[in-house]
């Protein structure tokens, strides 16, 4: 393996572990390792979309989404799949599925309400500054499965 070749892969693989921890963070509820994760000092050009929710842009506007997130969500984990990582210069391009199982407030009685899974097909854009690779970009849609399709075409009783 040549020299530039090594170099692709070391930074696939740096990229790989930048995505890895973004999703290890939100995981934990650890909002300020996750701030940390997120491009510095780009404050007009951060975005992020939620699946079902409008573009948020800015950093501020992006970390209060996440906070809010964290404050409404008791336990989240994601199981990601299909990862792809595309790389030109500076910038990298990873688009996952996110298998999401997450549970909201406990119900009386209960430790933990009820768990509900959900597949989002994601997009994170990362650029790489003096201090490793940083997310500039968010993008999660969610996919729409069989049974959501049955769903929407059952006659109305």
């Known amino acids: 393996m040549n020299e530039e070749h090594a170099q692709a892969a070391a930074d696939i693989a740096e990229v790989e572990a930048a995505n890895t921890a973004f999703y290890e963070a939100l995981e934990r509820g650890d ?6 994760r997120w491009l510095p000092g780009e404050d007009l050009t951060v975005s992020c979309v939620h699946p079902g929710w ?53 119900e009386e009685g209960n430790a933990l309400g009820p768990l509900v899974g959900q597949l989002v097909v994601a997009t994170n854009v990362f650029r790489r500054t003096d201090d490793g690779w940083k997310l500039w970009s968010h993008h999660g849609s969610p996919v729409l499965t069989e049974s959501d399709e049955d769903d929407e075409e059952e006659p109305p009783s």
């Open 31 to 36: 909002h300020e390792d996750l701030s940390r």
């Open 54 to 106: 409008p573009v948020l842009t800015g950093r501020g506007e992006v970390l209060r989404s996440y906070a809010l997130i964290m404050a409404n969500t008791e336990y989240i984990q994601f199981f990601l799949t299909d990862v792809n990582i595309a790389m030109t210069g500076d910038t990298a391009l990873v688009t996952c599925t996110e298998n999401i199982l997450s549970g909201g407030p406990a």
